[in-house]
């Protein structure tokens, strides 16, 4: 396995820096990160997107370290014109292949926004997922991009759910980035979930949280509450209650040899959460 680092990671570095998602190429390379992905480009003023793209791709390759995925939202379910935001996504895919990444994370919905359905089922909203990724990866395979969801957003998040994606749409170009921590998000045990996920991967984040029980007082601020009112907190990876390393050796056992990207998304400072984030991630993958 190889080492990544999500854009997203650096985010509250670029809020209080000013820095873009150009600035965060080179110090990822100096970290030591084998790789790099991006969630949702945001162009400096009067550029394109996809020249924007091309910009970043041209310093990935400066500072040798390769932009293997993208990450961009997508709602298959609550979109006013489904072809409109099926052809949108598949856009998205140019975006990837500029970047010089070989794969695509989209959503696939939130869930119902719509209380007129709110009785509704995941069975009920199913068939539509499965035709809103099956049209994207179609697409995408034609100019050599590979797109996956990730189990994110609490509607489809635990992995029964998501594999029951996989199974719809049924295609290799499609699969699963499989995040070890956004399980929780869903009160679905990671150990378990990670099992099941394993042999879809294409992508994997290693993300960790600190964990309080929904029972307790509520902590607080940096906290949130999972689907079920679990509260949860980003941590440095290696240091929350993630069972990271057995996850680890769970994707491992399946065949996967891919990148595990670290998504960090707590309140300590970025750059040196990374660091050691990094520093425990290498000697987790050394170990397996």
Same mark, same amino acid.
């Given at each position: 396995?190889?080492?990544?680092?999500?854009?997203?990671?650096?985010?509250?570095?670029?809020?209080?820096?000013?820095?873009?998602?150009? /600035?965060?190429?080179?110090?990822?390379?100096?970290?030591?990160?084998?790789?790099?992905?991006?969630? =949702?480009?945001?162009?400096?003023?009067?550029?394109?997107?996809?020249?924007?793209?091309?910009?970043?791709?041209?310093?990935?390759?400066?500072?040798?370290?390769?932009?293997?995925?993208?990450?961009?939202?997508?709602?298959?379910?609550?979109?006013?014109?489904?072809?409109?935001?099926?052809?949108?996504?598949?856009?998205?895919?140019?975006?990837?292949?500029?970047?010089?990444?070989?794969?695509?994370?989209?959503?696939?919905?939130?869930?119902?926004?719509?209380?007129?359905?709110?009785?509704?089922?995941?069975?009920?909203?199913?068939?539509?997922?499965?035709? $809103?990724?099956?049209?994207?990866? =179609?697409?995408?395979?034609?100019?050599?991009?590979?797109?996956? @969801?990730?189990?994110? $957003?609490?509607?489809?998040?635990?992995?029964?759910?998501?594999?029951?994606?996989?199974?719809? @749409?049924?295609?290799?170009?499609? $699969?699963?980035?499989?995040?070890?921590?956004?399980?929780?998000?869903?009160?679905?045990?990671?150990?378990?979930?990670?099992?099941?996920?394993?042999?879809?991967?294409?992508?994997?984040?290693?993300? /960790?949280?600190?964990?309080?029980?929904?029972?307790?007082?509520?902590?607080?601020?940096?906290?949130?509450?999972?689907?079920?009112?679990?509260?949860?907190?980003?941590?440095?990876?290696?240091? $929350?209650?993630?069972?990271?390393?057995?996850?680890?050796?769970?994707?491992?056992?399946?065949?996967? /040899?891919?990148?595990?990207?670290?998504?960090?998304?707590?309140?300590?400072?970025?750059?040196?959460?990374?660091?050691?984030?990094?520093?425990?991630?290498?000697?987790?993958?050394?170990?397996?």
């Amino acid at each position: 396995m190889k080492t990544c680092v999500s854009s997203y990671s650096f985010s509250n570095y670029m809020r209080k820096t000013g820095a873009n998602q150009k /600035d965060i190429i080179s110090i990822a390379a100096k970290m030591g990160f084998d790789a790099i992905e991006f969630t =949702d480009l945001s162009a400096p003023e009067g550029m394109t997107e996809m020249e924007f793209a091309q910009i970043l791709r041209e310093e990935s390759e400066k500072c040798g370290i390769p932009i293997v995925n993208y990450t961009i939202g997508a709602d298959f379910l609550n979109c006013e014109d489904f072809d409109a935001e099926v052809k949108r996504v598949c856009l998205k895919a140019d975006v990837a292949k500029a970047l010089g990444a070989t794969g695509m994370r989209h959503d696939a919905t939130v869930g119902y926004k719509d209380d007129r359905k709110k009785y509704s089922s995941f069975d009920t909203a199913l068939p539509t997922l499965v035709k $809103g990724c099956k049209a994207v990866t =179609d697409y995408a395979k034609t100019i050599g991009i590979e797109t996956m @969801v990730e189990n994110h $957003g609490q509607f489809c998040q635990e992995s029964a759910r998501v594999e029951r994606l996989m199974g719809g @749409v049924n295609d290799p170009n499609f $699969g699963w980035l499989v995040d070890i921590g956004n399980f929780l998000c869903a009160d679905d045990e990671p150990i378990k979930a990670v099992g099941v996920a394993a042999p879809f991967a294409k992508h994997v984040h290693v993300k /960790d949280f600190h964990v309080k029980s929904g029972s307790e007082f509520d902590p607080g601020k940096n906290f949130f509450t999972t689907r079920a009112g679990t509260y949860l907190r980003g941590a440095i990876l290696g240091q $929350g209650n993630v069972p990271v390393y057995q996850c680890l050796k769970t994707i491992k056992r399946s065949g996967y /040899d891919g990148y595990v990207s670290i998504e960090f998304e707590g309140i300590e400072d970025n750059l040196s959460a990374l660091e050691t984030g990094l520093e425990n991630l290498n000697k987790m993958i050394k170990s397996l």
